[in-house]
């Protein structure tokens, strides 16, 4: 069995996460650890919450607290909406722990002996209004190369640039809106990526496995030409710099927020009591320590990409110690709403904690993975929502397991039956799910989330035509041993398929396996011909009835979500910034 260390984009500490972020990291690590837990690799999820830069010191301040004791209570209760959407973290961590500091401050070092970071006086744009310099992503305005009005100081979300906000044309204060700004000098601390360049382009050509949308942006970034990048702000709230003339300033959140992946390690590490924690977290990333035998793989969108490709791996390279880089990078698109993005200031969209309130976890990340922005940018809608739950949880796999379930209680008293032989219809079904199970093993293995959850679905039609192909209810008047094994296999296949959508739909699978009176902590993967694994029950041993699985959504539930959080009728609005 394999090692496999997974880590997914850092949520923000500004509050809660709308679903767009939800689908583009989390949950798609979350179904993938699940998975390679039940294969029986060791697995170690890691995520934290990404808690330094100038927008946390404006939360807070708009909150009327200060900034520790804001990401404090952030942090907790992103870590609370984590836990009600049964993301399986085996740690979640705070890039402004003590772990994350020294790190960031030992890289930092590293760095600047080895000759890949310089002191520059720069000119920056400071606010007279605000009274402050701006951070990048504080300064707006209209983008030097193609022309949108709201590109900020750092990139352009139009079309990708990279930018300085120095090249902004006509700035304006993203905190004040004023314009009344100047060019100022300001020291700062620039890592030489320009330096790393050919390292760099050497080890992304090498990757030639990672998903097509990461592969890609990396390789775009490389072709343009690396700018050497700031790693430093001006700001209080972050990892103090420790240099002489640097007392005012922090690290650039983008330099150490990747970094706490390995601080969450270390967090973890101490967390679990474990006797040598240096050595527990070294195992997985220090390649002198046993972590060549790691495979870590990343979830993230795609706005993320080029900074874990390019600016936290340059970080890695120069620092000239054996550190664990990523082995597969999945990206994803845009999770859009409607025509538009997110916005919690429009009322548009659905957030992580309304969304508990509204449905189950599981039907929520049932909708996601299905509809999952692979490919390309995907949109919400209630309507396309309302369908998925419907078809897919309520009519095929919900009215599959209450079925069968409901009639081995009224027609065999809730007792498993025995095994008898099997027939042509259940050789055939045999065949194609043992086809089936391939596929889906495949997908999951390739984090082709959609192609997977596709093929689940299959999965679960097939068990609903054996069960009308076989019928029971007829069998049951002329040939009750005939009528027996068909419902044996039945319930061996809910069994089943409570395991394999275990990843997708956590909840309703302990639920399953609950009824059928199987341990819920023992999940492995099915491996063998498909006849072997529906042998999991025992005969005579007794199984209850589940409540219904899944309700279906209703037409007026339909029409008061999108007057309440908005819908058709804002399709065709201007996008807007989450």
């Not at 990843?503 to 639920?511: K, L």
Request: glycine share 8%.
């Amino acid at each position: 069995m394999a090692r496999i260390l997974i880590t997914s984009a850092l949520p923000y500490i500004n509050g809660i996460k709308h679903l767009g972020n939800l689908v583009g990291s989390m949950l798609p690590a979350d179904v993938y650890a699940r998975f390679c837990r039940a294969q029986g690799h060791e697995t170690l999820y890691i995520c934290a919450t990404d808690e330094h830069g100038t927008p946390a010191e404006l939360a807070a301040l708009k909150a009327g607290q200060d900034v520790k004791t804001y990401c404090d209570e952030q942090h907790e209760r992103q870590r609370q909406v984590g836990e009600g959407f049964l993301l399986s973290y085996d740690h979640f961590g705070r890039s402004s722990s003590a772990e994350n500091h020294a790190l960031t401050q030992h890289f930092a070092q590293k760095l600047m002996d080895n000759g890949y970071i310089e002191e520059r006086e720069i000119e920056m744009i400071f606010s007279v209004d605000d009274g402050r310099f701006l951070p990048d992503r504080y300064v707006e305005g209209t983008c030097p190369k193609c022309g949108s009005d709201k590109a900020r100081g750092d990139q352009c979300n139009s079309c990708d640039t990279l930018l300085d906000p120095t090249e902004l044309i006509n700035p304006r204060s993203a905190i004040s809106g004023s314009t009344n700004l100047e060019i100022r000098t300001s020291k700062h601390l620039y890592l030489l990526q320009s330096k790393l360049e050919g390292q760099l382009k050497a080890w992304v050509d090498s990757q030639h496995h990672w998903p097509n949308l990461a592969r890609s942006i990396a390789l775009k970034w490389l072709e343009e030409g690396l700018a050497d990048r700031g790693i430093t702000r001006d700001l209080k709230w972050g990892v103090p710099v420790n240099r002489e003339g640097f007392e005012d300033k922090v690290f650039y959140v983008w330099f150490d927020a990747p970094i706490e992946y390995i601080g969450a390690t270390q967090e973890w590490a101490k967390a679990t009591a474990q006797k040598d924690p240096d050595k527990a977290w070294q195992r997985w990333w220090r390649t002198d320590q046993g972590a060549e035998d790691v495979r870590y793989v990343q979830f993230m969108g795609k706005d993320n990409v080029a900074f874990h490709t390019v600016s936290f791996p340059a970080t890695l390279i120069g620092s000239g110690e054996p550190w664990k880089r990523v082995d597969v990078l999945k990206a994803f698109n845009w999770l859009n709403w409607y025509g538009g993005k997110f916005s919690t200031s429009e009322n548009r969209g659905v957030f992580m904690d309304t969304a508990l309130d509204l449905l189950p976890a599981d039907v929520w990340r049932w909708y996601l993975m299905a509809n999952a922005p692979e490919g390309a940018d995907t949109a919400f809608t209630w309507e396309q929502f309302q369908s998925t739950v419907n078809s897919d949880l309520a009519n095929v796999l919900g009215n599959f397991v209450n079925r069968i379930m409901k009639f081995c209680d009224s027609k065999l008293d809730g007792k498993v039956p025995e095994h008898g032989p099997h027939t042509e219809v259940e050789s055939k079904m045999l065949t194609e799910l043992e086809g089936m199970l391939a596929d889906l093993t495949r997908q999951l293995e390739a984090m082709e989330m959609r192609k997977a959850a596709s093929t689940l679905r299959g999965i679960w039609v097939l068990g609903n035509e054996y069960l009308q192909e076989a019928a029971p209810w007829t069998a049951m008047k002329t040939d009750p041993e005939r009528a027996g094994h068909v419902v044996r296999m039945a319930l061996e296949l809910a069994g089943l398929f409570a395991v394999i959508s275990a990843p997708f739909i956590p909840q309703t699978s302990q639920v399953i396996l609950q009824a059928l009176g199987r341990d819920k902590t023992i999940l492995s993967w099915p491996t063998g011909s498909s006849a072997d694994v529906l042998t999991a029950l025992t005969a005579g041993a007794s199984i209850t009835t589940p409540p219904v699985l899944f309700q279906k959504i209703e037409d007026e539930q339909v029409a008061e979500w999108t007057e309440r959080f908005g819908g058709a009728e804002q399709e065709l609005a201007e996008p807007t910034e989450a």
